[in-house]
Nanobody, 120 residues
Framework: QVQLVESGGGLVQPGGSLRLSCAAS????????MGWYRQAPGKQRELVAA???????NYADSVKGRFTISRDNAKNTVYLQMNSLKPEDTAVYYC??????????????WGQGTQVTVSS
C-alpha cells in the first residue's frame, strides 16, 4: 500500500493552467498503475486520467488534448498537467494508486483530494 498526498489545486480563470502533484509514500510506487479522479458537486466521481506502470496513458474524452498525466518514479510522484481549463473542470481531484484489470483501471488507495475551481 502507498499513502497519497495531492497538492497544486486552487482557483484559476477559464483558459488557464494548473499542475496537480501527488506524492506517494510507502513501498512499491513504481509497481502501481496510477489514476486521477474528480468529483464535482452533485455529480458522480469520474476517472479523468490514468497511467500504467509502463507509462501508457488513458484519458476521459472530456479532457483529451487538454490534460496530461505523467509519473516520476524516482520522486514517487504522479502529475496532472491541466491546460485550457473550463468551468466544468471545477471539482475535487483525487489521486489514486491501483491496477488495470482486463483493460479497466481499478483504484486501491486514495488521496484526500485537492479542490480545483475554474472561474472568472
Amino acid at each position: 500500500q502507498v499513502q497519497l498526498v495531492e497538492s497544486g489545486g486552487g482557483l484559476v480563470q477559464p483558459g488557464g493552467s494548473l499542475r496537480l502533484s501527488c506524492a506517494a509514500s510507502g513501498r512499491g510506487f513504481s509497481f502501481y498503475d496510477m489514476g486521477w479522479y474528480r468529483q464535482a458537486p452533485g455529480k458522480q466521481r469520474e476517472l479523468v486520467a490514468a497511467i500504467t506502470i509502463g507509462s501508457t496513458t488513458n484519458y476521459a474524452d472530456s479532457v483529451k488534448g487538454r490534460f496530461t498525466i505523467s509519473r516520476d518514479n524516482a520522486k514517487n510522484t504522479v502529475y496532472l498537467q491541466m491546460n485550457s481549463l473550463k468551468p466544468e473542470d471545477t471539482a475535487v481531484y483525487y489521486c489514486t494508486s491501483g491496477r488495470y484489470y482486463s483493460g479497466a483501471y481499478s483504484p486501491g488507495s486514495w488521496g484526500q483530494g485537492t479542490q480545483v475551481t475554474v472561474s472568472s
